[in-house]
């Protein structure tokens, strides 16, 4: 398999012909035929098939396409690296995903405001479940992932983990809060025993089909709650609590600029776990520069936040 086999398959997955991916590359119909039939013999696999209307890719070759593009984006982001003379003139990449965490969002933030104003960049992050934000990391979407461990899911996250070559550095051990709107019949408690909230319901971030130990918030037994309220959204899930007696749980480190100032934030008392927050990134791959010092925000946001209180 060589690069230019790759640029030659994605090539022909923008004109689905032969002979038209072929003009665009400037060679002829069939070095791409023999450059199509090389790969397809090097992974026995079937990439395309050929009919009357042209060609079309098989599931395989679909997949193989989503591979053979990160494996050119990785080269050509390796190229532009190692060019000393143009590295001024790349744009700052950052790509975050993370489960729906305030902090998350308030480190962004801060990254984006320490870009100079005239300098290119391309920033993002996605928020979503536990397995989306494993996904993004091992497919290269993202370059850092955000998520909890507790005593409970611990085990299985770090063995999948370790299946996908993962690796996973703490930043702050949590002990769960509960938030509730400002006006809630427990807002006014220093401090709170899981029985106390049992009888309200409880909101929390629908996980889809995936196992519960994927859940992003701490754990609760089945019936902690009488009645549950799943979102996929975090603004949906602050509007809900804002406007009803419905609560959910978290670190309890989140900005008021972030969340709003109408919600309470109330530590659990002996809670029936603890969350350690932490990045998750490829094993064995440096981080960009732009990853650092996201991790640098995020750290000094979250241990600063810790110290205060």
Same mark, same amino acid.
């Given at each position: 398999?060589? #690069?230019?086999?790759?640029?030659?398959?994605?090539? %022909?997955?923008?004109?689905?012909?032969?002979?038209?991916?072929?003009?665009?590359?400037?060679?002829?119909?069939?070095?791409?035929?023999?450059?199509?039939?090389?790969?397809?013999?090097?992974?026995?696999?079937?990439?395309?098939?050929?009919?009357?209307?042209?060609?079309?890719?098989?599931?395989?070759?679909?997949?193989?396409?989503?591979?053979? $593009?990160?494996?050119?984006?990785?080269?050509?982001?390796?190229?532009?690296?190692?060019?000393?003379?143009?590295?001024?003139?790349?744009?700052?990449?950052?790509?975050?995903?993370?489960?729906?965490?305030?902090?998350?969002?308030?480190?962004?933030?801060?990254?984006?405001?320490?870009?100079?104003?005239?300098?290119?960049?391309?920033?993002? %992050?996605?928020?979503?479940?536990?397995?989306?934000?494993?996904?993004?990391?091992?497919?290269?979407?993202?370059?850092?992932?955000?998520?909890?461990?507790?005593?409970?899911?611990?085990?299985? #996250?770090?063995?999948?983990?370790?299946?996908?070559?993962?690796?996973?550095?703490?930043?702050?051990?949590?002990?769960?809060? #509960?938030?509730?709107?400002?006006?809630?019949?427990?807002?006014?408690?220093?401090?709170?025993?899981?029985?106390?909230?049992?009888?309200?319901?409880?909101?929390?971030?629908?996980?889809?089909?995936?196992?519960?130990?994927?859940?992003?918030?701490?754990?609760?037994?089945?019936?902690?709650?009488?009645?549950?309220?799943?979102?996929?959204?975090?603004?949906?899930?602050?509007?809900?609590? *804002?406007?009803?007696?419905?609560?959910?749980?978290?670190? $309890?480190?989140?900005?008021?600029?972030?969340?709003? *100032?109408?919600?309470?934030?109330?530590?659990?008392?002996?809670?029936?776990?603890?969350?350690?927050? $932490?990045?998750?990134?490829?094993?064995?791959?440096?981080?960009?520069?732009?990853?650092?010092?996201?991790?640098?925000?995020?750290?000094? #946001? %979250?241990? $600063?936040?810790?110290?205060?209180?």
């Amino acid at each position: 398999m060589t #690069l230019q086999q790759l640029r030659y398959i994605l090539e %022909l997955s923008r004109h689905n012909s032969i002979s038209a991916a072929a003009h665009a590359l400037n060679i002829s119909q069939p070095s791409l035929s023999t450059a199509i039939k090389d790969l397809e013999k090097e992974f026995s696999l079937t990439l395309v098939e050929r009919n009357r209307h042209g060609i079309t890719f098989t599931p395989a070759g679909l997949e193989f396409l989503h591979y053979a $593009g990160h494996i050119l984006s990785h080269a050509e982001a390796m190229h532009d690296h190692f060019q000393a003379e143009k590295k001024q003139d790349l744009p700052q990449v950052l790509s975050i995903s993370s489960q729906h965490y305030p902090f998350a969002d308030e480190a962004f933030i801060h990254a984006l405001q320490h870009v100079p104003p005239n300098a290119a960049c391309t920033f993002t %992050l996605r928020e979503g479940r536990t397995s989306q934000v494993i996904h993004d990391v091992v497919t290269r979407e993202s370059q850092l992932g955000i998520l909890f461990l507790s005593h409970m899911n611990a085990r299985f #996250l770090k063995d999948l983990f370790h299946k996908n070559k993962l690796e996973f550095t703490p930043l702050c051990a949590f002990t769960p809060c #509960l938030y509730v709107r400002s006006g809630h019949p427990l807002a006014e408690f220093s401090h709170v025993v899981p029985g106390q909230f049992s009888s309200y319901p409880c909101v929390r971030f629908e996980q889809g089909h995936d196992k519960s130990q994927f859940s992003e918030e701490l754990l609760l037994p089945n019936r902690a709650s009488r009645q549950c309220i799943y979102v996929t959204d975090r603004s949906t899930l602050f509007s809900i609590i *804002r406007a009803t007696d419905a609560y959910t749980i978290g670190t $309890g480190h989140a900005a008021p600029s972030i969340i709003g *100032r109408h919600l309470a934030v109330i530590p659990i008392e002996n809670p029936l776990d603890t969350m350690t927050v $932490g990045w998750i990134k490829m094993a064995g791959e440096p981080l960009s520069e732009e990853a650092s010092h996201y991790i640098t925000i995020l750290t000094d #946001l %979250l241990r $600063g936040r810790e110290n205060k209180e």
